[in-house]
């Protein structure tokens, strides 16, 4: 226990304040949330794009793709909306120097629900910018906003 607890503190003290995430619910709310997923839902189609899970929902929109990833994970692992909702949208850009922007939501209820990932510090009803693959997240969230929503935000309305 002690070995873990100091290894602990050594990983802390080589990178202290690296957040997973960044909350980003003032500029992108859950109810903007809620619109994109719908939006994907309707209007787009079904992709396999990581090995994690498969026949993801999906939209292309054109220089970049978008995907929805079940709140339940592989419990859910053909992102079955009759199953579970879906508490991720993924962008993937393949030609940009960060090609993965995942964002979750956070809903009531999901911090007690055991089958839903939430990270140490998420609250409810927040929208969370995650750092899933250890990148500028300073950059990531000024791409995000920059390049990204406002292409999103263009056809979801």
């Not at 994109?36 to 839902?41: E, G």
């Not at 990581?50 to 419990?75: C, M, W």
């Not at 979750?104 to 750092?131: C, F, P, Q, S, W």
């Not at 500028?136 to 920059?146: A, P, T, V």
């Amino acid at each position: 226990m002690k070995l873990i607890l100091g290894l602990i503190i050594l990983m802390n003290m080589f990178n202290p304040g690296k957040k997973e995430f960044v909350d980003i619910t003032e500029d992108f709310s859950v109810q903007e949330f809620e619109l994109v997923k719908s939006f994907i839902l309707d209007k787009g189609d079904r992709r396999f794009y990581r090995n994690y899970d498969n026949n993801n929902p999906h939209y292309d929109f054109s220089t970049f793709h978008v995907y929805l990833n079940a709140e339940i994970g592989q419990k859910n692992l053909y992102n079955d909306p009759g199953i579970s909702d879906f508490n991720e949208i993924t962008i993937y850009d393949s030609g940009a120097e960060i090609q993965y922007y995942t964002i979750r939501i956070v809903r009531k209820g999901d911090i007690e629900n055991k089958d839903i990932a939430v990270g140490t510090g998420m609250k409810e009803n927040h929208i969370y910018l995650m750092n899933t693959y250890e990148e500028d997240l300073k950059k990531m969230e000024k791409n995000l906003f920059d390049i990204y929503l406002p292409i999103i935000r263009s056809l979801v309305k």
